[in-house]
């Protein structure tokens, strides 16, 4: 397992956890991350900038901090 914050552009995961407070738990539950979920990422900012992240049709941008706190089982 590996965290979303070390995935690498155009690479596909899945959520295997979300460690985090309740309120930022619920807020990215809001946005559609949850356990099972596929994803990947689309672009990577510098400097530890802002992700842009792809949950099936729907596009989200998150903080370095809040993807350090989503655990994933990265594709081959």
Known sequence: ???LSQLKIGQNATITAIE???YLFHRLSAL???VGKPLS???RA?????LHVR???????LRDSEAT???INAEI
């Open 20 to 22: 985090a407070d309740e």
């Open 1 to 3: 397992m590996q965290l």
């Open 55 to 61: 949950l099936g049709t729907t596009d989200v941008i």
């Open 32 to 34: 559609g991350f949850r």
């Open 46 to 50: 510098n400097f530890n900038g802002p």
């Open 41 to 43: 990422i689309i672009r």
């Open 69 to 71: 706190r989503i655990r």
